[in-house]
């Protein structure tokens, strides 16, 4: 596969108002670069995705971005530039990160894992979480019902539920989520990715990291491909959906199954 | 002539010279610290190499002081005892004996539990130590026991401060050379895997709890026979030098010296006792007071060399004398090691039946099934999620199933350890690469042959290991050559990229002999060419009977290799058969390339 | 022994017991949140008696300048960094808190008569000395390290506990003190007589016990450390930073042994090394729970405290090796429930 480099490939244009552009990111474990000058652009009330094969360096991104992982290059989020991300000052500015596993708070109850969701703002002096828990609720009728329930003991998709719901209490400019759909029925990876969509119309800027490439093509504006730490493609989400090379890349089944895919 | 047998000549020059050019002062000062690094020598082994600690040590030198004090100056022992205390040499294999029953006896019970339920516990048995020295009155007490006779060597009594230097330093550069050879050898390599990669060294094949007590051991041993020749120095005991504070004191010495050498242990020896004498000069003058205030001094530096230089004082001064890094030589001529012979092909080797395993509520295997045969390269793929992983693990032996059960070679892996499942011929890497950074290329894989091999703790001391280390290091760089890393075979793991990484870990397996090799995502992080190579390698490996499981992500690597694939979803088998026929089965194309709608 | 004797056994027993369990959730508290072994827990205790003794003797408590010196350095650090960035809220914030402050404090003492207090303002005017040291202990000395390995945290430990003895000799001296008791009361409870410390201990020990259980289910920040024992990553995820977390958490801790002390102060002379052995038993309680478990840590606290007072009845030369080798069988039952190979953090 030939691979485009950075210099010529496109920019996400159609961001007219970025919320984050990150610009030349390197994330290094000891002395292996795991992320070479990932340079990627989120527009206020876009969906972007980042898709990948597995150890491409997408998770190790987004903890780059939200602070998780010491990086070099430029992190610029809602029109100021942090020169070395902290992960609270990061919340506190309303970037929130869904992670891949949950991380999820097991022997606390449904609401309690909610309501820390509100920490931050709870200490800048914003204490409107009541608020914000009735509208997670509105929107996860789910977590309700099993608001005394201990986290740990709720199904994988409840679980998934619960952890958007925690960044949503938040009330994120932007959400970055990993693998939303990571080991979850149909039936909820369809309503995990509808909830993403009712954000966006919300006005919620999505980073949606995911394996499930297909899905995540469907629903995003704009994608980049990440290959061995590096943006390997760009472009419309549209369009890479129908590029034979992502199809290759990522499905395997080589480009004489394409027809079977538009089926 | 190296540099490096340039340095270590002069300072034994050195050293022979000491009695004859320093002052008695000086003299007695270096015995300090030569008793001192003795016992820090076993901190380096435990806390620097084995990631274990102990605060205990001061105690364990007080075993070795009190035994020999109590029996060489002893008037009514009884008769079967008596001829023990003729002669300090006998007390000093009393004292070692003693030690190493406490120290396997402490070991026990606190070496299976995390690392902190270590120190804690010598902290408590320390104290508990102390205490009875100097409550007990056949021990003399707070007053301790006077009149301890000097070491007789040869005729030579050992009885002024410039005679039994000789000694000591003797003693602990015995104790270094022991030390160092030993690191320097096949359980050399399992003690220094304890730090960090117990979990890989376990599925090689290492007991780490044994490796665990050893070191603890040879740590007590150490600080034992440092008391012995404290005793006979001093010719006097207290418990005051064998409090909890001492044992602290210790620690401070091997991890400001540099925790991680040999050499560490001198130097932090060396300048805790210098500054020590120096500060308590000093400090109460200054102060307007008297006590122990060179602690407050420590204290705080011992918190600054953790912050600012973790690695201690040594690697600092070792980088002021230029020295080359000697690589290993490969012993081309050295016997290869024994190898098992191959189930014939079309054997079956791994049998995994109606497997179900559930976490609370959650089923992530539903009644799996699935079969290897020698000879054959099977894939599990599955979407990420679809529960290959917790297969994986019941298969390696890691996770038990609820029900169902996995055979290999016709027995059932459920209840055996990592160890066992290695020595039945199963060889595995690890989705989330598990080596040790700092090790070269060729000690890593090394470590893979560590059952196919046995020299233990005393041959390894001693080099008598050396023609077994020599096949060891030439089947280590055979495996290395065939899975093409050859130019990085003298480099530190840790600095090869990701995807090398994951065939550093294959050539480790293949250290081990298998029968079958797991795989656990080895093409992830390859580029295509490398990618070209090991799908190469592993169908050399088949043709010559090696059974293998593939769990993997990347089809295109997947469906030009593999002879046939189980497909998941959801923890269930929703497809199985060759690349061709999975690649058009509806259910599959679905599972992969489900849309949202 | 006849029954008096074991009645006073007793309650000498529960009384020591009661403050070893707050020592141990403490312990507890300390290493779920921040993996730190708190070693130095026994020196805040001392710190805590001896302040107040220090105080009642008419001295300015030369803690006070550590308070100084610490908050100094908090101040270099923080404030320059705060500063660099241009955050001047930030930076003002930490100023005060951490050379203001304690100026103040100095002030303060310097300006009452300390020694002619009521007994309540000397004991607040000592917690407000040591307690504020506990988070700018933490600051200094661990969060440069936060995520090294326990091993490392748990040397840090031992070094600052060797560094605070020898402090605490320097500001204290060589001699032992034992505080007035905060209540001259008893009474006589059968054959058992009750004294009005024992009551302070028990009283304060149960009400510190439900605040805190009030603290960890009902209020924000109390949720927020639990959550940071429960999943540091998550935690960290929601703004809850592993410092923040940390500070906080080492301000319970110091409170706890702070007040500890001068609880104890009354019942036991106190030297300037005796807060080692006291927070040590702690520590043998918490072992018994695991390091995980406040129930079970604190119900072996009260076995620690009542096994060592029927030990100096009967063995009093033997009651220090008595307590400190109860921590075998606990480590081997441990050891026996335990099957794992684990990798060390």
């Keep these: 596969m030939t691979q485009q ?230 472009g419309p989400a549209h369009e890479l959906a129908d590029d034979p090379r992502v199809i290759e890349a990522y499905l395997g089944f080589g480009g004489k199954h394409q027809a079977m895919l538009s089926t | 002539m190296r540099t490096d047998r340039l340095v270590l000549g002069a300072f034994l020059a050195l050293l022979l010279m000491v009695p004859a050019i320093l002052s ?356 599990l793929i599955g979407p990420n999620g679809a529960g290959k992983s917790t297969m994986f693990n019941q298969i390696s032996g890691v996770d038990t199933p609820t029900s169902g059960e996995v055979l290999f070679l016709g027995k059932p892996v459920a209840g055996r350890d990592s160890r066992e499942i290695a020595r039945m011929g199963m060889s595995r890497t690890f989705q989330h690469v598990k080596l040790l950074p700092t090790m070269s290329v060729l000690e890593n894989v090394a470590i893979g042959a560590h059952l196919r091999s046995h020299k233990g703790v005393l041959s390894s001391a001693w080099r008598l290991d050396r023609a077994e280390e020599a096949r060891i290091l030439k089947e280590a760089a055979h495996q290395i050559e065939r899975v093409g890393l050859k130019d990085h075979m003298f480099d530190e793991a840790g600095s090869l990229a990701l995807g090398q990484q994951r065939i550093l870990e294959i050539a480790r397996a293949l250290c081990a002999d298998p029968c079958l090799l797991l795989l656990d995502e080895p093409a992830a992080g390859l580029r295509y060419k490398e990618k070209q190579a090991l799908a190469e390698l592993l169908k050399r490996l088949r043709s010559e009977g090696m059974a293998t499981l593939i769990v993997e992500h990347d089809m295109d690597f997947v469906m030009n290799l593999v002879d046939r694939v189980v497909v998941m979803e959801f923890g269930q088998k929703i497809a199985e058969g060759l690349p061709e026929e999975v690649q058009q089965n509806p259910a599959v194309l679905e599972a992969y390339l489900g849309g949202v709608e | 022994m006849d029954m008096s004797i074991a009645l006073i056994l007793g309650q000498d027993g529960i009384t020591n017991g009661a403050i070893y369990a707050l020592l141990a959730l403490a312990l507890v508290l300390v290493f779920a949140v921040t993996r730190v072994i708190f070693i130095q827990q026994g020196e805040f205790v001392a710190y805590g008696a001896l302040t107040l003794a220090m105080m009642q003797s008419g001295a300015t408590p030369a803690t006070v300048w550590l308070l100084v010196a610490m908050g100094g350095l908090v101040t270099a650090f923080d404030g320059l960094k705060a500063l660099k960035a241009g955050q001047m809220q930030r930076a003002g914030m930490v100023a005060g808190w951490n050379l203001a402050y304690p100026l103040a404090l100095v002030a303060v003492l310097s300006a009452l008569p300390v020694n002619e207090l009521p007994l309540v303002l000397q004991v607040v005017l000592t917690l407000a000395i040591v307690v504020p040291m506990g988070p700018m202990m933490y600051r200094l000395m661990y969060q440069p390290i936060a995520s090294a390995p326990v091993l490392i945290l748990l040397i840090v430990s031992v070094a600052l506990h060797i560094a605070m003895v020898g402090l605490g000799l320097l500001f204290f001296g060589a001699e032992g003190h034992r505080t007035p008791a905060f209540s001259e009361l008893s009474f006589d409870l059968g054959p058992l007589m009750v004294t009005g410390q024992t009551i302070w201990v028990l009283v304060v020990s149960v009400l510190l016990i439900v605040a805190l259980y009030q603290f960890f289910e009902r209020t924000l920040y109390g949720k927020a450390l639990r959550a940071t024992a429960i999943n540091r990553v998550g935690a960290q995820l929601m703004g809850i930073s592993p410092a923040l977390a940390g500070k906080l958490t080492f301000f319970l801790a110091a409170f706890i042994g702070a007040l500890s002390g001068v609880l104890i102060a009354p019942i036991t002379t106190i030297y300037y090394d005796t807060g080692f052995l006291i927070g040590l038993k702690g520590f043998v309680a918490a072992i018994i729970g695991g390091l995980a478990s406040y129930p079970i840590a604190a119900l072996g606290a009260i076995a620690v405290g009542l096994l060592e007072a029927f030990a100096s009845f009967w063995a009093s030369a033997y009651k220090e090796v008595i307590v400190f080798t109860l921590i075998i069988p606990v480590l081997l039952w441990r050891s026996l429930t335990s099957h794992h190979v684990e990798e060390e953090e």
């Design chain 2, 24 to 379: 008695p002062y000086y003299v007695t000062l270096l015995n300090y610290i030569g008793l001192y690094a003795m016992v820090a020598l076993g901190l380096v082994l435990l806390t620097g190499v084995g990631g274990l600690t102990s605060f205990g040590q001061a105690a364990f030198v007080g075993l070795g002081a009190y035994t020999t004090a109590a029996l060489t100056t002893a008037t009514d022992l009884p008769a079967w005892l008596a001829w023990v205390g003729a002669s300090p040499w006998f007390t000093l294999v009393a004292g070692l004996l003693i030690t190493a029953a406490v120290a396997v006896l402490l070991g026990s019970l606190t070496l299976k539990l995390s690392g902190h339920f270590l120190p804690l516990g010598t902290i408590a048995w320390g104290i508990s130590l102390y205490f009875l020295f100097g409550t007990m009155q056949s021990l003399g007490g707070h007053t301790g026991i006077t009149g301890i006779p000097p070491i007789e060597l040869f005729g030579w009594t050992l009885d002024g401060g410039g005679e039994i230097f000789y000694l000591i330093w003797a003693f602990l550069l015995l104790g270094m050379l022991t030390t160092h050879n030993l690191l320097d050898s096949r359980e050399g390599r399992a003690i220094r895997a304890l730090k960090g990669g117990r979990v890989m060294a376990e599925a090689m094949g290492v007991d780490t709890g044994r490796a665990r007590m050893i070191i603890f051991v040879i740590a007590a041993l150490l600080a034992c026979a440092s008391g012995w020749l404290y005793a006979h120095m001093q010719r006097f005991v207290n418990p005051t030098p064998f409090g909890v504070h001492i044992g602290i004191e210790y620690l401070f010495m091997a991890v400001v010296g540099g925790a991680g050498y040999v050499w560490g242990a001198i130097v932090g020896a060396g300048v805790i006792t210098v500054l020590k004498q120096w500060l308590q000069d000093w400090l109460p003058s200054l102060l307007g007071a008297s006590g122990n205030f060179e602690m407050i001094v420590f204290g705080i530096l011992m918190v600054l060399v953790l912050h600012r230089a973790r690695e201690g004082l040594w690697p600092i001064l070792k980088k002021l004398v230029p020295m080359r890094t000697i690589h290993k030589t490969i012993d081309a001529q050295a016997e290869p090691l024994p190898r098992r012979t191959l189930p014939a092909p079309g054997t079956l080797i791994l049998e995994a039946k109606d497997v179900t395993r559930r976490f609370g509520g959650l089923v992530a295997n539903n009644n799996m099934s699935l079969e290897v045969k020698a000879g054959e390269i099977l894939a």
């Design chain 1, 5 to 234: 480099t950075q210099a010529s490939a496109p920019s996400n244009a159609s961001a007219k108002n970025p919320v984050l552009e990150v610009k030349e990111l390197c994330v290094s474990y000891g002395k292996v670069e795991a992320l070479t000058n990932a340079s990627i652009t989120v527009g206020e009330g876009q969906i972007v995705t980042v898709i990948g094969p597995n150890g491409a360096g997408k998770t190790t991104m987004l903890s780059a971005i939200m602070g998780v992982l010491g990086s070099r290059g430029q992190v610029a989020f809602d029109g100021s530039l942090e020169v070395v991300p902290e992960v609270e000052r990061m919340v506190a500015r309303g970037m929130t990160l869904v992670p891949e596993k949950r991380e999820l708070f097991g022997e606390m109850s449904v609401e309690d894992n909610l309501v820390l969701g509100a920490f931050q703002r709870y200490r800048m002096g914003k204490r409107d979480h009541a608020q914000t828990l009735e509208e997670v609720y509105a929107l996860f009728p789910r977590l309700k019902e099993r608001r005394d329930q201990h986290a740990g003991t709720m199904s994988g998709g409840e679980r998934q539920m619960l952890a958007v719901g925690r960044a949503l209490m938040a009330k994120p400019k932007l959400l970055m989520l990993d693998e939303p759909s990571l080991g979850l029925a149909p039936l909820i990876v369809r309503e995990i990715f509808r909830i993403i969509s009712e954000l966006r119309r919300r006005g919620v800027s999505i980073l949606l990291v995911e394996q499930n490439a297909r899905a995540a093509l469907q629903v995003a504006d704009y994608a980049y491909v990440l290959e061995t730490g590096q943006i390997a493609m760009q």
